[in-house]
């Protein structure tokens, strides 16, 4: 056999990723970062707890986990006062929006995002044949009216919307996404990504039954809880779609280690509230920074701060670029408007003066290549 017999799909696709890790960038340039500000991870940590329950789990790590995430699954469900059975635990959010992808999504099928929202929805689409339809941001936002109307006009199966969003940072109020559901197709889910919802603030969070068949959320230990390396989220949604994850799932894709380090997490709300803290500080910071140098820092629900530069994407694109060049890895929207800005993530202080030291010279340099 000369070639594997790839299916057409597979063919039609590039060999491509949604991101390009810090790590491929740390390779090509030789050079480890000063400052790790673009990929949106906690810097400030899992919670000692976590770590401890990690440590112990990995002696036993010889064992599969459970394929059942049962511990985990009922703690979750006592956190958010729901059943089990509205409840799916999987390898973060990216392995869960693709087993909803492979649920719901055959070629041809439509479905409808926002242009330039968060890229690994759009992978997962694309894998297995979907049609991506999308609309353009307003004002920042992520514009419910027109995702849903486009979801009328284009037949839709599923809409994506991030809340708060990746990467503007920007929020809606829960009780209006749940009364824009009144405008959602009777055919069509709404999945509801709340990665960031616990930076956000009260009332982010849509105040909807778990039970509602309408939409499903999806939510993440990689953030605020600090485990993006350990890989767990979990979906919240009426038990027929839950248990119709079982279909397709990897039932063995959690590892032990993760599972332990998760409940813990969760049972130490203590360190949440110390992370939060130090994310509205690193916030705050940004704006500072940011203003300090005639930016502007867009308001933020998220981990995560947009600064808009002020011109278009190219003079974006060189501010990102002499800033790599000098150590600091940070992203950019890469749509546009809003690949006008610079996306710079929480971190440490000692992270963040670094940022605000090659700032300057970034900004020259980017205003000299014009």
Known sequence: MTDPRYTPLALSLPATVPF??????????????????????????????????????????????????????QALAAHHDLSPDNIMVGEGIDGLLGYLVRL????????????????????????????????????DHEDLTSLFSKAGEVGAKLVYLANPDNPMG??????????ALDHLPSDCLLLLDEA??????????????????????????????????????????????????????????????????????????????????EITTARRRIGEIADQNGLKALPSATNFVAIDCGQDSIFAKRVLDALIAQG????????????????????????????ASALPQALISAQRAL
Not at 114 to 130: C, D, E, R
Not at 170 to 179: K, L, P
Not at 338 to 355: H, T, V, Y
């Open 328 to 355: 600091i890895f940070v992203r950019m929207p890469f749509a546009a408007p809003q690949n006008r800005c610079i996306r710079i993530s929480c971190g440490p202080s000692k992270d963040l003066e670094a940022f």
């Open 170 to 179: 920007s929020w809606h109020r829960g009780a209006d996404i749940v009364a």
């Open 20 to 73: 390009v890790g810090p790590e491929t960038q740390e390779r090509a340039r030789g050079a480890a970062f000063t400052a790790r500000l673009g990929a949106n991870e906690n810097v400030f940590g899992p919670s000692p707890r976590a770590i401890e329950a990690m440590q112990t789990a990995s002696a036993d790590i010889w064992m599969y986990g459970d394929p059942e995430n049962h511990e985990l699954r």
């Open 104 to 139: 719901l999504i055959s070629p041809g099928d439509t479905v409808v995002t926002s242009l330039g929202a968060y890229p690994t929805f759009n992978y997962h689409v694309s894998g297995y044949g979907g049609v991506l339809h999308t609309v353009p941001y307003k004002d």
């Open 196 to 277: 960031y919802v616990e930076c956000a603030p009260k009332g982010t969070a849509a105040p909807v039954d778990a039970n509602d068949t309408r939409l499903i959320r999806m939510r993440t230990f990689s953030k605020a809880y600090g485990m993006a390396g350990a890989r767990v989220g979990y979906a919240l949604a009426a038990p027929d779609l839950i248990a119709a994850f079982n279909k397709v799932r990897n039932h063995f894709g959690m590892n032990r280690a993760a599972q332990a380090g998760a409940l813990a997490a969760l049972q130490d709300q203590d360190w949440l509230g110390h992370v939060l803290a």
